[in-house]
């Protein structure tokens, strides 16, 4: 019966991934000839079960998006795509994105749709970039869509070679497909590198999750977490079953000495800290702390599924107090968070139940969480 379920949910992954296409909103014979091919073999890899057809149904889905983005440059999907890529503009003139006002982004760049995120004053998304610079300067050498076109694909390859090809389907269908193909935001590329550090250990996964927090912040929540593991199996100050001293390195399942404990967390800080500050170095203020720091805190405006949705019905609850239990919450979640499990890839999900925005930023979490059965070893819980 598991089986079954699975290969109806990956059938399900794989349709929303072929599907994603259609958001392009570009229409031409080879493409439409190209998403065809794709349901085909969707509906193949569903009742044969073989790789194969997972990875044409992948060449072609991926073939129509390429020709979709290379042929007819389909404009900014999103108003943060142009805030990038306006932002990308300056960075590429020298001119710091964090210090300059932005009005020019949407005439310069402007979306496809005309819908603008709505923000707590007019001036927001004007006066605040909200994004860390390594996102912008990406956009300053790759062009968004084939960014995440690009990101898309390798997932798959890496996925592939590590036997998990139907785990990339499961991703598309929680959170992959349409960010996959758009480019309106970046955060498939967040979300490809927080999928690679779960299948390292130490020092490297926690500086893989700061690059990923690099381009968006959400993998930035996951390292109190993290460091916390690093504390754990504190021994007593008694001898040990051996006799021997606390402090004595034991063969087995002994805890790790104090100072070895205290090196390695010194170490998961450290490298963290200076994986995430080389991208945003040039730019480091108080204005940029403001704008990459403080929407994690100050979500930008009352719009998605939070109960801030209360006010959107007239309950006069001020913004402030969403920011004070998205900070409450998000510590106690750390406080009983207990380490080296599972739970930490989804803890941080739960506080987006009371920010002040949420635009469903909460599935990051979820299908990081589920990647985790996949790709974790078992000696990591």
């Known amino acids: 019966m598991r089986k079954e379920v699975e290969r109806v949910v990956v059938f399900l992954g794989a349709l929303a991934f072929v599907n994603g296409i259609l958001s392009l909103e570009v229409g031409s014979l080879v493409i439409y000839l190209f998403y065809i091919l794709g349901l085909v073999f969707a509906f193949l890899y569903l009742v044969k079960d073989d790789k ?6 992948v060449f072609f889905t991926f073939a129509a998006a390429f020709t979709a983005v290379s042929v007819y440059r389909v404009p900014s999907q999103t108003d943060e795509e142009s805030l990038v890529l306006y932002a990308a503009y300056l960075f590429r003139h020298g001119v710091d994105p964090y210090t300059t006002n932005l009005i020019d982004a949407y005439r310069m760049f402007p979306v496809a749709e005309p819908v603008v995120t709505a923000t707590l ?4 998304y004007v006066n605040v970039l909200g994004y860390p610079a390594l996102y912008f300067e990406i956009a300053s050498v790759v062009y968004p869509q084939i960014a995440t076109l690009v990101t898309t694909f390798l997932l798959y390859l890496f ?3 590590k036997g998990k ?13 349409y960010m996959a193909f758009t480019g309106g935001a970046f955060d498939i590329i967040s979300l490809a590198i927080a999928i690679v550090a779960l299948t390292t250990k130490g020092w490297a996964r926690t500086s893989l999750m700061a690059l990923s927090g690099d381009i968006k912040q959400y993998t930035l929540l996951y390292l109190p977490f993290m460091w916390k593991d690093c504390l754990r199996g504190v021994p007593s100050k008694a001898p040990n079953a051996s006799g021997g001293h606390p402090h004595t390195p034991n063969v087995g399942g002994t805890p790790t000495p104090p100072m070895l404990k205290l090196k390695e967390l010194a170490k998961n800080v450290a490298i963290p800290l200076t994986v995430f500050l080389i991208p945003n170095l040039p730019f480091i203020s108080l204005g940029w702390a403001f704008d990459v720091l403080g929407p994690l805190t100050q979500p930008i405006a009352n719009q998605g599924t939070s109960l801030s949705l209360l006010n959107m019905i007239g309950v006069p609850i001020p913004h402030i107090a969403y920011t004070v239990a998205f900070l409450t919450l998000y510590i106690a979640l750390l406080v009983l968070y207990k380490r080296n499990t599972k ?3 989804v803890l ?6 009371v920010s002040w925005r949420d635009l469903n930023y909460f599935l990051f979490y979820i299908t990081v ?3 985790s059965y996949e790709l974790e070893s078992v000696n990591d819980d």
């Open 121 to 124: 004053s007019p001036n927001y």
């Open 52 to 57: 194969r057809f997972a990875d044409l149904l």
């Open 369 to 371: 969480w589920v990647s």
């Open 343 to 345: 739970w930490k890839w």
């Open 348 to 353: 941080p999900a739960f506080i987006w139940i």
């Open 165 to 177: 090809e139907k785990l990339f389907f499961i991703v598309m269908l929680i959170e992959g497909s």
């Open 159 to 161: 996925l592939r070679w």
